[in-house]
C-alpha cells in the first residue's frame, strides 16, 4: 500500500474543499433556477412563447460558450498558470489584457451581426418550423439575449484569471448573481414585459455575474492594458490552443441547433419539454461533474507543466471516481423519483401530457448525466496536456452519429406520428432526442478514456471499473429501496395528493434511498463514503483512513 505524502494529502484537502465550495454555489444558483422555473411553468408551461425563449437563447449561448467562457478557459488558463508559475506576472497581466480586448472585439462583432440577421437565424437555423408571429418573437428575444453574450465575453475571461490563481470562491458566486439577475426579471419583469422581461433579467444577471468578480481582480492587482497584442507569440499560443475549442464547441452547438431545429418541427411544446428535460438533469450534472471539472483544471493543468505524470494521472483518477459514486445514484434517482420532481417544478402548469413529455425526456437524459459529467474532467485531461485537437475529432466522430440518431428519430416519428403532428414521449420522440444527446457523450468519452489510456501508460482502469460495478451495486440496492418506500407512501394517499405531501414523498424517498446507498456501499467496499466526509472535516492532522 503507497503512503501519500504531506504535500499530496494537503492537495487532496484543498481540492476537496475547493469542490465542496462549488458545489455549495452551484446548489444555491440551482435553488433560485427552480424558484424561476416554478414561476416560469407557471405563466408559460410547454408552449409557444417559452419555446420562443429557448430557441432565442440558443446562438447566444453558443457565442458565449465559443469565445467568450468555454473554448476560451481551457486555452487561457494552461498558458497564464504557466506564466504565473514561472512569476512572470507582468507577462501575465500583458497577456490576460491581450486576450480580454481580443475577445471583446470578437465578440461585439459577432453580436451585431446576430442583431441583424436576427429574423434569418431563427427562420433559416435555429427554427424552421415556427410559425411567423413566433419567429418574429423568438428574432426580438435572440437580440436582447445578445446584450448580455457581450458582457460575458468579460466576465468569462475573469473567471479563468481567478481559476487560474487557485480562487473559486467569487467565480462560484458569479453564476448566483447571474440567477439573482434572472430571478428578478422572472419575479417582477413578466407582468409588464411578458416573455421579454426574462430576457432583460438575463442582461442584469450577466452584469451582476462580472460586478461580483472584480474584487478578486483587485486583490490580485490585475493591470489592464489597452493593447490588443496580435503579434505577441503568447497570444497567439493561447489563439493556437483555442482554435480547436472553437471548433469542438461549435460541434456542441450544432448538436443543439441540430435538437432544436428537429423538435421544432415536431409540433407545440416539443422544444420547451426537451428544455425542461435538460434543465432538470443539469441540476446533479452542474453540482457534480461541472464543479469537479473546475477544480481540477488547474491542478491537471501544473502537474502537466511540471511534468508530474503520475500525480496528474492520480488526479484525474480521483475526480473520475468521485463523479462515478455521485452521479450512478443519481441518474437512477432522477429515474425513479423523476415523475414526483416534474409534478413539483409545474404545480398543475402541465397537463397530464406535458408531463409525460418532460418525464420522457428526463429518463434518457439521465444516462446522459453520468457521460456528460466524466467528460468534464478527461476533456480538461486533454485540456491541461494542450492538447485541444484530440477532444475536436472526438466530437466530430460523436456528432456524426447525433445527426443519424436524431434524423432516424425524426424520420421514425414522422412517419408513425407525422400526420398528427402530435410530438410523442417515447424513442420516436422527445425520449429519442434525449437519447442522442447522451449519445454523443457516450461516444466521446468512449474514445477520449482509450486515447488517454495509451498516452499517459494505463489510467488505473481496475480501480475505475472497481468502484463503477460497486456503485452500480449499491445504487440497484438504493432504487430497490426507494420503489418499497414509494410503494408505501402510495398506499398512504402521497402520491398525487397536492404540493405539501409531494414535497414530503420526495424528501422521504431521497433521504431512504441515501441511507441505502450508504449502507450498501459501504458493505460493497465504497471506502470514499467514509474517507470523503474526513477529508473535508480534516484541519491540520492527517486522518488516517487518508493514508491509503
Do not use: C
Amino acid at each position: 500500500m503507497s503512503k501519500r505524502t504531506p504535500s499530496q494529502v494537503s492537495s487532496t484537502h484543498k481540492m476537496a474543499r475547493n469542490t465542496l465550495i462549488l458545489m455549495i454555489a452551484f446548489a444555491v444558483s440551482k435553488l433560485i433556477s427552480l424558484a424561476q422555473t416554478v414561476i416560469i411553468a407557471d405563466v408559460f408551461g410547454v408552449g409557444d412563447e417559452w419555446d420562443a425563449f429557448v430557441t432565442a437563447n440558443r446562438i447566444p449561448e453558443q457565442i458565449v460558450l465559443l469565445i467568450g467562457g468555454g473554448a476560451l478557459s481551457y486555452a487561457f488558463i494552461p498558458v497564464f498558470s504557466g506564466l504565473l508559475a514561472r512569476e512572470d506576472r507582468a507577462g501575465a497581466w500583458k497577456l490576460a489584457s491581450e486576450v480580454l480586448n481580443t475577445v471583446f472585439t470578437v465578440t461585439l462583432t459577432l453580436s451585431v451581426v446576430g442583431f441583424f440577421f436576427a429574423p434569418w437565424l431563427v427562420e433559416h437555423v435555429a427554427a424552421p418550423g415556427f410559425d411567423a408571429q413566433k419567429a418574429a418573437q423568438t428574432a426580438n428575444l435572440m437580440r436582447i439575449l445578445l446584450l448580455s453574450t457581450i458582457i460575458f465575453s468579460i466576465s468569462g475571461l475573469f473567471q479563468g484569471i481567478l481559476h487560474s490563481h487557485n480562487h473559486f470562491l467569487l467565480p462560484a458566486l458569479a453564476p448566483i448573481m447571474f440567477d439573482v439577475g434572472l430571478l428578478f426579471g422572472v419575479a417582477f419583469l413578466i407582468k409588464p414585459l411578458g416573455v421579454y422581461g426574462i430576457a432583460w433579467g438575463a442582461v442584469l444577471g450577466a452584469l451582476m455575474h462580472l460586478g461580483v468578480q472584480v474584487p478578486g481582480l483587485v486583490h490580485y492587482k490585475m493591470r489592464w492594458r489597452p493593447i490588443l497584442g496580435w503579434r505577441d507569440p503568447t497570444l497567439r499560443r493561447v489563439i493556437v490552443l483555442m482554435l480547436p475549442r472553437v471548433a469542438g464547441l461549435g460541434v456542441v452547438g450544432f448538436n443543439a441547433l441540430v435538437f432544436n431545429n428537429v423538435a421544432s418541427r415536431m409540433g407545440s411544446g416539443a422544444v420547451s419539454a426537451f428544455d425542461w428535460g435538460y434543465r432538470l438533469m443539469n441540476i446533479p450534472e452542474t453540482l457534480i461533474g461541472s464543479a469537479m471539472g473546475f477544480v481540477v483544471f488547474p491542478t491537471l493543468a501544473a502537474f502537466s507543466e511540471l511534468g508530474e505524470l503520475s500525480s496528474k494521472r492520480r488526479a484525474m483518477v480521483g475526480a473520475l471516481r468521485f463523479i462515478l459514486i455521485a452521479t450512478i445514484p443519481a441518474a437512477v434517482g432522477l429515474v425513479l423519483i423523476g415523475r414526483a420532481l416534474i409534478s413539483l417544478l409545474e404545480r398543475g402548469a402541465f397537463d397530464a401530457q406535458d408531463s409525460v413529455l418532460v418525464y420522457g425526456a428526463l429518463q434518457f437524459f439521465a444516462f446522459g448525466l453520468i457521460f456528460q459529467s466524466l467528460h468534464e474532467v478527461i476533456a480538461r485531461s486533454f485540456y491541461a496536456d494542450k492538447d485541444t485537437f484530440t477532444p475536436l475529432w472526438t466530437a466530430l466522430i460523436a456528432a456524426a452519429v447525433n445527426v443519424l440518431i436524431v434524423g432516424g428519430v425524426y424520420l421514425g416519428w414522422r412517419a408513425q406520428y407525422g400526420e398528427s403532428g402530435e410530438v410523442r414521449a417515447g424513442v420516436l420522440g422527445i425520449g429519442g432526442l434525449a437519447l442522442g444527446y447522451s449519445a454523443t457523450f457516450f461516444i466521446e468519452l468512449t474514445l477520449l478514456l482509450a486515447i488517454l489510456r495509451k498516452r499517459w501508460g494505463g489510467i488505473h482502469e481496475r480501480e475505475l471499473a472497481q468502484t463503477a460495478l460497486r456503485t452500480l451495486g449499491a445504487s440497484a440496492v438504493m432504487g430497490a429501496a426507494v420503489l418499497a418506500m414509494d410503494s408505501a407512501l402510495g398506499v398512504a394517499g402521497f402520491h398525487n395528493a397536492g404540493v405539501a405531501r409531494t414535497v414530503l414523498r420526495v424528501l422521504a424517498l431521497t433521504g431512504v434511498g441515501g441511507l441505502a446507498f450508504a449502507a450498501a456501499g459501504l458493505a460493497l467496499g465504497l471506502r470514499e463514503i467514509r474517507t470523503l466526509p474526513a477529508l473535508l472535516l480534516r484541519r491540520e492532522r492527517e486522518s488516517p483512513a487518508l493514508a491509503d
